[in-house]
């Protein structure tokens, strides 16, 4: 069975050297669906509390909310930085609170203090889930990622092999047979 939540993310972005009005830099509400498959843990039956999936993917997806993702290409990029720095706000400011940590992967690299994420591929909603996936892929197990933007859809689905061990009494993810949350541990 599957566990699913949803996000909204608001971002700006623009696709660079796209020949129509989205070359324009502007802005969305995103909305993000995770669904996390396994078996239905018996004790809590469920199979994920969906606070838990919000908690561990938001950790990272919080980087893009209220962010600006750019192309690394992208000639907005070196200009924006320079605005920032100019007005001293690169490197953070006391009001951007909302950080996550800060992450690089082969298609996303984060920068939490000026609230910016720089992709490999134009940010497509194609090219989000692609990012998000490589980011939760081995915290969750995730079967389908959904993601809509302004007209825009695009969903994929994985697949899922194997079942996490997971708390009878709060059912989120043993660490090494003893749960984070309540300190149950496996029977072995
Ligand atoms: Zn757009
Ligand atoms: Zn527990």
Redesign the pocket.
Known sequence: MRSITTFDIQYAHRFYKFKGEAQYLHGHTGVLTIEVEDTVNPGVNMVFPCNEIQKTAWNVIKNFDHALILREDDPLLPAILAVYEQQGIKDGAPTNQMKGPAFKTELATAYPDCRLVVTKETMTVEGMIKIVYELLKDKLNIARITFTSGVNAASQEYPVSGTMDR?P????ALKDGV?P????RKQK
């Open positions: 708390c009494l709060c059912g989120i749960c949350k309540c300190g149950y």
